[in-house]
């Protein structure tokens, strides 16, 4: 932690000239960067965003009270990005880090994991396990927090403009937690929208203001269209319009319905009220949005994935998603999966806390069936804590020739054989790997010993 009254970087030098320079050539950059998403009149540039940060939460290595682990591991780290050279003085890691803020301010640096490794690494270092909180209480274009969050902190934005906030509800939250998914997603939808998919719903206006003398404008429409799209994300009316005919599934939508009102009342007390008191109003409004709320998730493509891909951010992770992994990758790390370098992070359907050790693999073959299905995806857990009988489990030894998965791991129901070794401890007699499927052989290991046998993990939910 940087002790009170050490200076920060920014107070005593800054690389003003490189940094201007490359925030001035933000103004000519298209391709991803966050201009793209929306224009606002005061963005701020990204590249002095990010300067002004690191100089600010970094202290100035010439200080006296500048902890010593800082410069320790600044020295260590700032050698691996190219002309950062730390040298032997306070003055010279100075210099270097100043070289180092200027190179980063330049925007084809700002996503290299070389630098973004070493300016968080340095945060952390200077400030602890708890990243600092950066606070823009007028964010406008988002360009502060968006910083923040870039260089390992936490960020808490807001803004009077309406418009600037849901900027910054999608650049930093949205495009984060849904990656590439909600390009595609906003694509669907904004195509569904000109086919003209809606257009049941937004003649319900018009019927309403025909039938009952109501003087309901556009806004209101817009109302009725949140009410329908959280009647479509509901889990529970989900499951109600896939396993029912429209009737039966009216019973359950109706219901539900007037609880979906009162979510939204701030929103439109008029419609809210008129809604909860006007059976006949409710009537008309209950059938429209049935309708169009079933039709629509009946004809939803079922997803192929049992999880949502996304790009974690660290806290998130083990918390709301986990690792994708191969089984043979996992296979290979011996029990130690967190190693693994993932195929991705997916937040997988599923009722379970989350926790660490958890990842998500797929399992190829009908030996597990009907358990696991040929190309099921299972959420496993690592380690397997606690006796293994009788639990589905990832196994591997050199003595297993799966030809299912094509390597010398498994996934099998366990069960085991042990005796005394005569000094107190035990050793396994014979393991037994057990198919599901009873077409399917079991695998048999005899006189085990346990460094050559290692139980990767435990299949502890088959996801759908």
């Known amino acids: 932690m940087i002790p009170k009254g050490c200076k920060r970087l920014a107070e005593v030098d800054f690389p003003i000239a490189e940094v201007s320079r490359h925030a001035a050539r933000e103004k000519s950059i298209r391709h991803g960067h966050p201009s793209t998403l929306h224009l606002w009149w005061a963005r701020r540039p990204l590249a002095s965003s990010r300067a002004v940060l690191l100089g600010l939460l970094w202290p100035d290595p010439c200080d006296p009270k500048c902890p010593s682990e800082f410069k320790q591991q600044a020295r260590e780290l700032l050698p691996t990005v190219g002309g950062c050279n730390p040298g032997k003085t306070d003055g010279d890691l100075q210099k270097a880090l100043l070289k180092f803020i200027a190179a980063f301010a330049n925007w084809d640096n700002s996503a290299k994991p070389a630098y973004l490794e070493v300016s968080r690494a340095l945060v952390k270092s200077a ?6 909180l950066v606070v823009d209480p007028f964010a406008g274009g988002g ?15 807001s803004d009077l403009n309406p418009v600037a906030c849901l900027i910054l509800k999608v650049m930093l939250e949205d495009i984060p937690r849904h990656g590439p998914g909600l390009a595609d997603e906003l694509r669907r939808v904004g195509t569904g ?15 309403l203001n025909e039938r009952f003398g109501t003087d309901f404008k556009p806004a209101d429409q817009l109302f009725l269209d949140s009410i329908r799209e959280d009647a479509i994300a509901d ?7 896939m396993a029912n005919t429209m009737e039966n599934f009216g019973y359950v939508f109706l219901k539900a319905l007037e609880g979906l009102f009162i979510d939204r009342m701030e929103q439109n007390e008029d419609i809210t009220a008129r809604f909860i008191n006007d059976k006949e109003f409710q009537d008309v409004v209950g059938k429209s ?9 009946r004809s939803e493509k079922p997803s192929l994935e049992p999880f949502r891909r996304v790009t974690a951010l660290e806290k998130d992770k083990y918390r709301t998603c986990v690792p994708l992994l191969k089984l043979k990758a996992a296979a290979g790390a011996f029990g130690d999966v967190q190693a693994v370098e993932p195929d991705g992070w997916v937040e997988p359907h599923t009722e379970r806390r989350l926790g660490p050790g958890m990842f998500v693999a797929q399992v190829v073959g009908r030996s597990m069936e009907p358990r696991i299905p040929d190309g099921g995806w299972c959420l496993f857990q690592s380690p397997v804590e606690g006796s293994r009988r009788g639990r589905v489990v990832l196994v591997q030894h050199r003595d297993i020739d799966d030809p299912e998965t094509g390597g010398a791991y498994t996934v099998k129901r366990y069960e085991s054989d042990k005796e005394s070794d005569g000094s107190g401890s035990w050793r396994h007699t014979e393991i037994r790997l057990l198919p599901e499927n009873r077409a399917f052989t079991e695998i048999i290991l005899k006189d085990v010993r346990d460094d050559e046998f290692h139980i990767i993990a435990e299949v502890v939910e088959v996801l759908r």
Do not use: M, N, W
């Open 143 to 157: 360009s502060i927090p968006l910083e923040a969050l870039r260089v390992g902190c936490e960020a808490f934005a």
């Open 193 to 207: 929208i000109a086919r003209g998919e809606q257009i049941e719903l937004s003649k319900l206006i018009d019927i």
């Open 127 to 132: 400030h602890g396990e708890e990243p600092p």
């Open 235 to 241: 889990a529970g009316i989900r499951q109600a319009a």
């Open 289 to 297: 949005l049935l309708k169009t709320v079933y039709e629509q998730i």
